[in-house]
């Protein structure tokens, strides 16, 4: 019974020799190993404390635009769009707004035709200041159809005679700008006015910003 024993026991040692040699000869592994560890814990609740002061900074806004055309002084026309954006420390957060349709145009060669998009685009970035303002960036595209005219196809087919009946095609007019504007909560301001060169309508940007409470 004595020698079973001092046989267990020289067995479950000789079983232990590799681990305990192991960790003695590897200890620079070991250590690299922790430090990786670490490194990873580290980066983890960095990024977590970046997000969380991101989510405070940022502040959620209603942002209006409003397109108002004129004749004269009286208003013919007024197209209000809504974009809800997030103010933020940072330029990162962006917004942007699309509606319209597209509108067939014949290009007069061999009866092509193609399709314009028109309508309303709008791009829209908020960013905090430190006086308490806000500042907009905004991209304003507007494109809409007025009136039609008459033109003559030079064929419909490659190598057929020019058409002699006239065809209608839609007169589109364009209206496009860039805006930098600092506001405060609840501030309107009238940001562009322009006048179209055939029309003579005036067309005019109000831009309103108020904080989503």
């Avoid at 267990?8 to 590799?18: H, L, R, T």
């Avoid at 960013?127 to 500042?135: S, Y």
Wanted: charged share 25%; with cysteine.
């Amino acid at each position: 019974m004595k020698k079973m024993n001092l046989l267990f026991c020289s067995v479950a040692m000789c079983a232990a020799v590799p681990f305990f040699s192991t960790a003695q000869d590897n200890p620079s592994q070991m250590e690299e190993k922790h430090k990786a560890e670490a490194k990873a814990i580290t980066a983890d609740k960095s990024k977590a404390e970046d997000m969380a002061r991101a989510a405070a900074s940022s502040i959620p806004a209603k942002l209006q635009v409003v397109f108002a055309e004129y004749e004269g002084d009286k208003k013919v026309k007024s197209l209000p769009y809504i974009l809800y954006v997030t103010a933020a420390n940072n330029p990162h957060y962006s917004k942007k707004l699309r509606i319209g349709s597209r509108v067939p145009v014949l290009t007069g060669k061999e009866g092509g035709l193609q399709y314009l998009d028109v309508g309303t685009n709008i791009d829209a970035q908020v960013t905090r200041t430190a006086d308490a303002r806000f500042n907009l960036e905004l991209v304003l595209e507007r494109s809409w159809v007025e009136g039609e005219v008459f033109a003559n196809m030079e064929g419909t087919t490659k190598g057929a005679e020019p058409s002699a009946s006239p065809f209608k095609q839609p007169i589109i007019r364009q209206f496009k700008t860039d805006l930098e504007l600092f506001l405060r909560d609840g501030q309107t301001v009238e940001s562009t006015m322009a006048t179209d060169p055939l029309s003579g309508k005036v067309l005019r940007v109000e831009v309103t910003l108020n904080i989503v409470k």
